[in-house]
């Protein structure tokens, strides 16, 4: 079975301090997906990674594939109370199938 | 159109009802996804439609029965629910299978 481990699970932090959410695997993914959900809503995709070393940059946000392709981060700068929100990775693997990590609860405090 | 739209928006039924979740979606997308989502946690993949045809069924039990009539509508009905069943039912569309996936806003059902 594969797994996308996500951490930490939940964050609450200050308004304007920065943070990294991890996405790791011990498996290669063709892809990597980003998507952030808030309370009552569906997940909306914020970026796609490819290619191994990717870095891709959204606003404060900062994403990050993998040289291997088995991991990513996201980092976010000067985090805003309009970040919070439940951050979710899924990779898409070998067999086409979209592999989902457990999510990271964020809680930005004003 | 860049929306994925789902009727209705909340639901409450109890256990002997029948109901329909819809999902609409006119981006040409051609796989259509259902998903369930328990709260604190990730979409779990329920169904999975590629040009119309139901490409994958993750063990879901017969109470729930997916129906795309075509390739911008997919539904889900829904009879003899238990409670456990309650949850944010999800419906996305992708242009291929599994490519980045379009959410719709979810239906919160309440199975009494």
């Known amino acids: 079975t594969q797994l996308l481990e996500q951490s930490p699970q939940f964050l609450s932090i200050q308004e304007g301090e920065n943070l990294t959410v991890y996405c790791n695997s011990s498996?290669?993914?063709?892809?990597l997906q980003w998507y952030r959900q808030e309370p009552g809503e569906g997940p909306v995709l914020l970026v796609t990674?490819?290619?191994g070393g990717e870095v891709k940059k959204l606003k404060r946000l900062t994403f990050q594939f993998g040289d291997a392709r088995k991991d990513s981060s996201l980092h976010i700068t000067a985090a805003q109370p309009g970040d919070t929100g439940l951050y979710l990775c899924?990779?898409?693997?070998?067999?086409?199938?979209?592999?989902w990590g457990a999510g990271t609860k964020l809680i930005i405090k004003p | 159109d860049t929306e994925v739209t789902q009727t209705p928006k909340h639901l409450v039924m109890g256990m002997t009802n029948k109901k329909s979740l819809k999902c609409e979606q006119h981006?040409?997308?051609?796989?259509m996804y259902w998903y369930k989502q328990k709260a604190k946690k990730p979409p779990e993949l329920m169904f999975v439609?590629?040009?119309?045809?139901?490409?994958i069924n993750e063990s879901v039990p017969s109470r729930f029965s997916p129906e795309c009539p075509n390739s911008s509508l997919l539904n889900l009905h829904l009879h003899a629910l238990q409670p456990e069943d309650s949850a944010l039912y999800l419906c996305?569309?992708?242009?291929?299978?599994?490519?980045?996936?379009?959410f719709g806003p979810g239906t919160r059902l309440t199975v009494l």
């Open positions: 990674v490819v290619t």
């Open positions: 996305a569309s992708s242009q291929r299978i599994y490519n980045e996936q379009f």
């Open positions: 899924a990779g898409e693997d070998s067999n086409y199938q979209l592999i």
């Open positions: 439609y590629s040009y119309e045809k139901l490409s």
């Open positions: 981006m040409g997308h051609r796989a």
């Open positions: 498996s290669v993914f063709s892809s």
